[in-house]
């Protein structure tokens, strides 16, 4: 794939958007109810930690370096290659289960009648033309819709504090967790999505023409997004009530539909399908475009729109595959993704090549000859 620049600003609102993706939809802690609030900012704190991960596991050589040379100094040109060939699959499967996650969410909310399958075709024939066009175009996109999103939640979020139907006594006592709920609902999915997702970035960051500005300022983008779902888990409890919010599978929108603001601001659902379009379109994009790009790596001589026409074929027939029901695949989702399939790609193989990476350095530090 040609080597494309973007700015600071654009990786700062496709890391927002991409942390928000399909989390407003289907990951926003609702079962730990009054704890929510404290699940969500250990976890955001702890996504920080894995930024500086990522960021570090690239600086390692003190130059901007792929993370596809990084695989091949670790575990040699065909080891490096296999593995990012991993990733690729890797990276492509979890831009599906967003795809499917929209697929069950804008045919429960907005087009009761039309098969799901018809959404989930227009989704990735988006993506597949977004990564043809290539990462500057998406970043471009990205700050467009940075600014309809945000501008979009901040109104909802407001207009649903000030609603006559909302309770401050839903979300308190804010300083009595229990902390059993916190870290069960930590360790069960919250570390590793969203924000362990952010590994698909190991194949993005190289390309930002101010690197000092990602160990400056980057993991705000992190903490923005974490304060950005704090605050709509609060605005949830606080309307629906805790007890309540976690029975129903897309709790914002029930929100929503609840909003009675001066018999003027009634049923504005629209506005969150809106915003869970443009961050889960960003999302798909962004695993797309890192799992195309792993496989131009592997697959050199094959033409990139050829690697695109193969990757959203070989997604789009996967949906088929993944879940009959809402309920089965978010239990996937939240269950066995997290341990069978995150946990290997976002912490085993980076710390594991950090580790093969720091060794080598020392060693090639030990006997390089004394000037």
């Not at 990951?27 to 990522?54: C, K, P, Q, R, T």
């Not at 670790?74 to 991993?86: A, E, N, Y």
Request: with cysteine.
């Amino acid at each position: 794939m040609i080597n494309q620049q973007i700015t600071p600003y654009q990786v700062f609102s496709l890391m927002v958007l991409f942390l928000l993706g399909s989390t407003v939809v289907v990951g926003l802690s609702i079962d730990a109810e009054e704890e929510a609030w404290l699940v969500n900012l250990i976890a955001m704190i702890a996504g920080v930690g894995i930024y500086f991960l990522y960021n570090w596991l690239l600086r390692i050589h003190q130059s901007r370096i792929t993370f596809s040379e990084l695989l091949k100094t670790g575990f040699g040109k065909w080891g490096g290659k296999f593995v990012l060939g991993l990733y690729s699959a890797y990276f492509l499967y979890i831009g599906m289960r967003v795809v499917k996650d929209f697929e069950f969410f804008i045919s429960s909310v907005l087009f009761y009648n039309i098969q799901t399958w018809v959404i989930g075709l227009v989704f990735v024939l988006l993506a597949g033309y977004a990564c043809i066009l290539g990462l500057e175009a998406i970043a471009r996109v990205s700050e467009l819709l940075f600014f309809g999103s945000i501008l979009l939640i901040a109104l909802t979020t407001l207009i649903t504090v000030l609603t006559p139907l909302f309770e401050w006594t839903n979300v308190l006592p804010l300083i009595k967790p229990d902390w059993k709920t916190v870290i069960g609902n930590i360790f069960s999915a919250k570390i590793t999505f969203p924000f362990g997702e952010l590994v698909v970035f190991l194949m993005i960051f190289p390309a930002v023409n101010d690197q000092s500005f990602l160990l400056k300022k980057g993991w705000m983008a992190v903490v923005f997004s974490g304060l950005i779902i704090i605050a709509i888990t609060e605005s949830i409890i606080g309307l629906l009530g805790a007890k309540i919010a976690k029975f129903f599978s897309y709790p914002l929108i029930k929100t929503i539909e609840t909003i009675d603001l001066l018999d003027f601001f009634q049923h504005v659902e629209i506005l969150s399908v809106i915003v869970f379009f443009f961050v889960g379109f960003i999302k798909v994009v962004l695993f797309l475009y890192a799992s195309v790009k792993g496989l131009s790596e592997v697959l050199p001589k094959v033409k990139n729109n050829y690697l695109v026409y193969a990757a959203i074929s070989a997604g789009f027939a996967s949906t088929f595959f993944m879940a009959d029901s809402i309920n089965e695949h978010i239990k996937i989702g939240l269950e066995v993704v997290p341990v069978y399939i995150h946990l290997p790609f976002q912490f085993g193989v980076p710390i594991l090549l950090l580790i093969i990476l720091l060794i080598k350095a020392h060693l090639q530090k030990k006997n390089a000859p004394v000037q």
